[in-house]
């Protein structure tokens, strides 16, 4: 009985509740895709042809690149996600653009440029220099790379001269800053079409895209196709009779191979006067050529010649420049507003030169993603998730009510036994039972106990008897309610008394 006293607390511990998420049979969650882009001139809401094979790169692209320069803490791409939560199960590619940088510091030459003023010359094997006490940090768009696919090939030369006359010993040096701690460094990066592939979780709102490796840059192939349609093919994606219809036309690759260069061999003519006319559409003509192929469309991810040879101009408008050297050596205010963001005041380094350009294509990726010219792009579908309340039972807490029911059904049992074991007993001399008697089934006991002195007397209800005599003597027994000294008690009477 004690013990059931602190059942309670037990009890209101055995069910909590507590948010969880489930699956939504409604709603939509979605992420976008592209494996075609068509960055070039004469398409509808493109960019304006300035030269051969050149031109302006949309506007759109334009700010991606200013977003990833500027602004990286902001780049992510739109998605659909009706309740802020939402699941990709399967990992998806898209078509975009890469970088791969390289410290290329050991490269430099450094020769006097004049000796009484302790000038020096920093030159890299590509003919690329700048002059201390001139300039801080340069850029120079190259504008080809060494995997032949067309690309944009970036080289950056830092350099602090650290013995100027104001007895600053180079910029801020960090321990692992070798730039900073040596006071010149150079750097080379890439900038290619590439395929990225994610995984991908939504959560309270926020998209985390995690990048898993990348196509190989050198996986992109064209034919001489006017327009030069870089392509490469996701094998993973095809069926077994179209990757054998590949191969059967030259193609080698193995089932570990995942990506491979493609020449799409579009008819020149057709593709170049719908390309600029826009008299046809692009997806249309692209589509067919695959169709004909036998071959999924979806499969395969193209950038065109033009779309890259314009982004290298682009680059090179933006990028190619000085930042000049000033009497601190810090760095003028003027020159290009590029530069100034990566040289950062001169706390610039490889590390923060290689995360630019990584921000930078991981934006122009996601404008790719975005844009209007999309092939067969289809986003890739999740599973929406939706926030209920869950109710969750805690089986330790029952531990202790448990024990104490099958401790109290073990009491009733051997109650049960013992009483069955007692009211079993012979009786004894005169009517009395031979063990304890059990009178909890007649109301009898208690009427017996409570008649008056004298009653109790001629009735002899001290010597324990068994139940039967105890009806036996009611059936023959009449009592009334009367007063006595001990208040109102059951007393004997005749029958007419009553």
């Known amino acids: 009985m004690i013990l059931a006293l602190v059942v309670d607390p037990f009890a209101q511990q055995v069910v909590y509740f507590e948010p969880c998420k489930t699956n939504a049979t409604a709603g939509t969650a979605s992420i976008p895709k592209s494996n075609l882009y068509l960055g070039a001139a004469g398409l509808p809401g493109g960019p304006l042809h300035v030269g051969a094979g050149i031109s302006t790169v949309a506007i759109g692209m334009q700010a991606a690149i200013n977003n990833g320069v500027f602004d990286p803490e902001n780049i992510q791409v739109k998605y659909n996600c009706n309740t802020g939560n939402c699941t990709f199960p399967e990992s998806y590619s898209s078509l ?80 692992g800053d070798e730039w900073g701690c040596r006071g010149y460094g150079a750097a080379e990066c890439d900038i290619l079409p590439c395929v990225r ?42 069926s077994s009779s179209e990757k054998t219809h590949l191969q059967n036309t030259g193609y080698r690759f193995d089932n570990d191979t995942r990506w491979s260069a493609y020449a799409t061999n579009i008819t020149s003519d057709a593709f170049f006067y719908q390309h600029y006319t826009m008299n046809l559409s692009d997806t249309a003509i692209i589509n067919q050529y695959y169709t004909n192929q036998s071959l999924n469309p979806s499969c395969f991810n193209m950038i065109d010649y033009i779309t890259l040879n314009s982004l290298d101009a682009y680059f ?65 579908t999740g599973q929406v998730i939706k926030q209920v309340t869950c109710v969750r039972v805690r089986w330790r807490w029952l531990t202790f009510p448990a024990i104490l029911v099958a401790l109290t059904l073990l009491f009733f049992v051997l109650l049960v036994v013992q009483t069955r074991f007692d009211t079993g007993g012979k009786a004894g001399a005169n009517g009395t039972a031979g063990g304890n008697l059990v009178y909890k089934s007649s109301a009898l006991a208690a009427l017996v106990h409570g008649l008056d002195t004298k009653t109790q007397e001629q009735l002899d209800v001290t010597t324990r008897g068994s139940l039967d005599k105890v009806k036996k003597d009611a059936q023959t027994v009449y009592v009334k309610w009367t007063p006595t000294e001990n208040g109102y008690k059951l007393a004997q009477t005749s029958p007419s008394g009553l």
């Open 316 to 380: 090179d408008s933006i990028f190619s420049a000085v930042l000049p050297y000033d009497s601190y050596g810090y760095g003028t205010a003027e020159g290009s507003s590029y530069l100034k963001q990566i040289y950062n005041v001169g706390n610039v380094s490889f590390a923060s030169f290689d995360s630019t350009f990584n921000n930078l294509t991981m934006s122009m990726t996601n404008f790719v993603r975005q844009s209007s010219f999309q092939l067969f792009g289809s986003n890739t």
């Open 197 to 238: 592939s994610y995984d991908a979780n939504i959560e309270n709102g926020y998209l985390q895209e995690n990048v898993l490796p990348n196509s190989e840059f050198s996986k992109f192939n064209t034919s001489n196709d006017v327009l030069f349609l870089w392509t490469t093919v996701d094998t993973s994606c095809l």
């Open 96 to 175: 975009g653009f890469c970088s791969t940088c390289r410290d290329v510091s050991s490269d430099l030459k450094l020769t006097p440029f004049d000796k009484s003023s302790g000038r020096v010359n920093y030159t890299l094997p590509s003919g690329f220099s700048i002059t201390s006490y001139m300039s801080v940090f340069a850029i120079n768009i190259n504008g080809s790379v060494s995997s032949g696919v067309p690309g944009t090939n970036v080289q950056a030369i830092f350099a602090y001269n650290n013995t100027n006359t104001y007895g600053l010993q180079g910029t801020v040096c960090f321990e």
